[in-house]
């Protein structure tokens, strides 16, 4: 193990929360190799995984980890037969992605109960360690950053009571999308502002076309926000289509976020730091097992606002640190 990695893993743990009273057993020696997989709950074209990836293999050359990455495809079935064989050949630790509340309550629990240490990354549970058995989770707070960015938006564009925004949500159950939409509809309903929505898909083109639908057919719409990174990615082209000039703001980082937030069509963007989501998990994972070090929250969403002003410092790092 570098003293790079450790050192990495004690700054970017500093201050979080601690989420069990007991230590964990260490389960592996200090210079044994540890085993652990990550489940991403997307498929591998989904270029926002493209940063996490790289960190959780980082973490793992820096860690001494053998890593194993899976894709779920958006299949709960296949995403709980992924744990299933995981935790059946014994890794030391999963990095899962944890898209429902409910649908992999059992299979994680079940990973857990076998002395395998389990992190949630990018997606947690609605209700957090009080709804699943995952011992920790690295992420954005999701809700917060809904709602930190409908504010900002109600702030910037004088958004008020009896006006309509626009949210479409790439997936609508996932529990990404509850969570941030739920908090961009805290901050709208507290000043009276009707938030509509619709199933966009995770197909750029698809999504777009009906995001343009959706506002031709609805012109009174006051502002647009993005939910993921497909919505995000379109949004700016989709206005553009229906051809209103309406604010638009959205979450996570692709060249064509960036672009639309320096060109003014985009107001600004939330950055969850998907490097760190990769990173963490993995390298907490390797402490875990060697030392009974307790996994612990992250939280990548800090700092997370990204306009015009702070967007260019980091567009060259998009797709493999941002």
Do not use: H, W
């Not at 917060?144 to 949500?169: C, H, K, T």
């Not at 379109?234 to 959205?250: L, N, Q, S």
Request: charged share 20%; hydrophobic share 45%; net charge negative.
């Amino acid at each position: 193990m570098s003293f790079k990695g450790l050192k990495f893993v004690i700054a970017g743990l500093a201050g979080a929360s601690l989420l069990c009273s007991t230590a964990l057993a260490q389960s592996v020696g200090e210079d044994e190799q540890v085993t652990a997989t990550m489940i991403i709950y997307l498929d591998p074209s989904v270029q926002f995984f493209n940063p996490v990836v790289r960190g959780a293999q980082d973490a793992a050359e820096d860690f001494n980890v053998s890593l194993d990455v899976q894709y779920a495809n958006n299949d709960p079935v296949r995403q709980n037969d992924l744990i299933d064989s995981a935790a059946a050949a014994g890794v030391d630790g999963i990095a899962v992605a944890i898209s429902s509340s409910d649908a992999f309550d059992e299979a994680i629990c079940s990973a857990v109960d076998q002395g395998i240490i389990v992190i949630g990354f990018n997606n947690d549970d609605l209700e957090g360690a009080s709804g699943n058995c995952r011992q920790a989770y690295v992420g954005m707070d999701e809700e917060a950053s809904g709602y930190e960015l409908g504010q900002r938006m109600i702030e910037e564009f004088d958004l008020q009571d009896g006006d309509v925004v626009f949210n479409p949500r790439e997936i609508p159950e996932a529990t990404f999308a509850v969570a941030r939409g739920g908090g961009i509809e805290r901050a709208m309903g507290e000043v009276g502002i009707t938030v509509e929505t619709v199933r966009a898909g995770l197909d750029p083109a698809e999504a777009q076309n009906i995001m343009t639908q959706f506002l031709i057919a609805n012109p009174d719409v006051k502002a647009v926000f993005g939910t993921g990174s497909v919505t995000s990615t379109v949004g700016a082209a989709a206005i553009r289509d229906a051809g209103i000039d309406v604010p638009f703001a959205g979450f996570d980082l692709a060249v064509e976020i960036a672009n639309a937030v320096e060109s003014g069509e985009m107001f600004a963007t939330m950055d969850q730091q998907p490097y760190l989501q990769g990173y963490q998990p993995i390298a907490q994972i390797a402490l875990a097992a060697r030392f009974g070090l307790t996994p612990t929250d992250v939280d990548t969403g800090q700092g997370a606002f990204l306009d015009a002003s702070r967007v260019t410092a980091i567009k060259d790092l998009i797709g493999t640190y941002r």
